[in-house]
């Protein structure tokens, strides 16, 4: 039995799967509700599956790149879970989760590629390219994304999905080969990534172990008015 923890982007999602199954799912898309919600719904996918904490045998948590806040929160939370039960901690690239769960719900053709998109700032996301298999064509990185993007796929079929690929919808509105596709983040998209991962004891160092941020969190502040 695996607990799924996903806070990468704006949805706080809880899961928890047993024998390859989700058995429970908890979650709200909603911008800064992690730090308040997240051991909230924990408890009661819990509770709703009527499953005790010592049950558990991992907890997998979505290891970034996205919101650096949520990251902090969610990976935290894993490790604090991980520590006090004594069991492993399984680490998922947020990207790689995503296009899981798009091949899942989406007939993808054996020579389309997924390009699952998180916002990062202006005109640049977070992504990668994927086969249908989730073989990886194009690294995980921040990419600034302009017409010229994508040109090498041009022959193939091209799904965009995430909260970063919107603001690309009039950019390629007259590329007949890109596709985009209404998506969601989800702790259920872990699962078959934590499963295989879980199964071959690849775990991580609780004491050690730090979100994938890609970039340094910037701040900054804001600008005065001029009077």
């Given at each position: 039995?695996?607990?799924?923890?996903?806070t990468?982007?704006?949805?706080?999602?809880?899961?928890?799967?047993?024998?390859?199954h989700?058995?429970?799912?908890?979650?709200?898309?909603?911008?800064?509700i992690?730090a308040?919600?997240?051991?909230?719904f924990?408890?009661?996918?819990?509770?709703?599956?009527?499953?005790?904490?010592s049950?558990?045998?991992?907890?997998?948590?979505?290891?970034?790149?996205g919101?650096?806040?949520?990251?902090?929160?969610?990976?935290?939370t894993?490790?604090?879970?991980?520590?006090?039960?004594?069991?492993?901690?399984?680490?998922?690239?947020?990207?790689e989760?995503?296009?899981?769960g798009?091949i899942?719900?989406?007939?993808?053709?054996?020579?389309?590629?997924?390009?699952?998109?998180?916002?990062?700032?202006?005109?640049?996301?977070?992504t990668?390219?994927?086969?249908?298999?989730l073989?990886l064509?194009?690294?995980?990185?921040?990419?600034?994304?302009?017409?010229?993007s994508?040109k090498?796929f041009?022959k193939?079929?091209?799904?965009?999905?995430?909260?970063?690929?919107?603001k690309?919808?009039?950019?390629?509105?007259n590329?007949?080969?890109i596709?985009f596709?209404?998506?969601s983040?989800?702790?259920?998209?872990?699962?078959d990534l934590?499963?295989?991962?879980?199964?071959?004891?690849?775990f991580?160092?609780?004491a050690?172990?730090?979100p994938?941020?890609?970039?340094d969190?910037l701040?900054?502040?804001?600008?005065?008015?001029?009077?």
């Amino acid at each position: 039995m695996i607990l799924l923890i996903e806070t990468a982007t704006t949805t706080c999602s809880v899961a928890l799967s047993e024998n390859g199954h989700i058995i429970a799912l908890k979650e709200l898309n909603e911008s800064n509700i992690h730090a308040g919600q997240i051991t909230v719904f924990i408890e009661e996918v819990m509770l709703n599956a009527k499953k005790n904490y010592s049950d558990l045998q991992a907890v997998a948590v979505s290891m970034g790149p996205g919101s650096y806040t949520g990251l902090r929160i969610g990976v935290s939370t894993a490790k604090g879970l991980c520590y006090a039960l004594d069991i492993p901690l399984i680490a998922i690239d947020t990207i790689e989760a995503m296009a899981s769960g798009l091949i899942k719900t989406v007939a993808i053709p054996d020579t389309g590629l997924l390009i699952p998109m998180l916002d990062a700032r202006r005109m640049e996301v977070y992504t990668g390219v994927y086969r249908k298999d989730l073989r990886l064509v194009e690294a995980v990185s921040a990419k600034i994304v302009d017409e010229e993007s994508f040109k090498e796929f041009e022959k193939h079929q091209l799904f965009l999905f995430g909260d970063g690929s919107d603001k690309f919808k009039t950019l390629f509105s007259n590329h007949g080969n890109i596709n985009f596709v209404d998506f969601s983040t989800s702790a259920s998209h872990l699962n078959d990534l934590a499963i295989q991962k879980f199964n071959q004891a690849q775990f991580e160092d609780v004491a050690y172990f730090e979100p994938f941020y890609l970039k340094d969190f910037l701040v900054t502040t804001p600008k005065k008015d001029n009077i």
